[in-house]
């Protein structure tokens, strides 16, 4: 499984961004996505998730209201819609799958399948 995750850039405080996360090489194995992200010098934190197939998703409050997670299944692809953002958004994210279909908000510790990442800076 290989994911590929774009979509971040610079943008002012207040702004909006859309990140994608495109799967291949079998998406049978996936049960739940998620996005997570690592700010610097902090550790890696769950942003939402949400099962691959079904379900809704599933946010850290720091996010609820502002960030929409979706999904395209015939695209292979997860969205993360990040609206209002705010200085302490920056960070690095990244999308990573995890085998298992779970409910809720996954830890960074879940995932076998991890994408590269994308740099999102939000300045204010």
């Known amino acids: 499984v290989q994911l590929q995750a774009s979509g971040g850039g610079l943008v002012q405080a207040g702004g909006s961004l859309r990140l994608s996360c495109l799967v291949s090489?079998?998406?049978?194995?996936?049960?739940?996505m998620g996005w997570f992200r690592q700010a610097p010098g902090k550790e890696r934190e769950s942003v939402v998730s949400?099962?691959?197939?079904?379900?809704?998703?599933a946010y850290v409050d720091s996010v609820k209201d502002r960030f929409t997670i979706s999904r395209d299944n015939t695209k292979n692809t997860v969205y993360l819609q990040m609206n209002s953002l705010k200085p302490e958004d920056t960070a690095v994210y990244y999308c990573a799958a995890d085998p298992r279909r779970r409910v809720g908000i996954i830890p960074s510790s879940y995932p076998t399948y991890w994408g590269q990442g994308t740099l999102v800076t939000v300045s204010s």
């Open positions: 949400i099962p691959w197939r079904g379900g809704i998703g």
């Open positions: 090489g079998g998406t049978f194995k996936i049960g739940t």
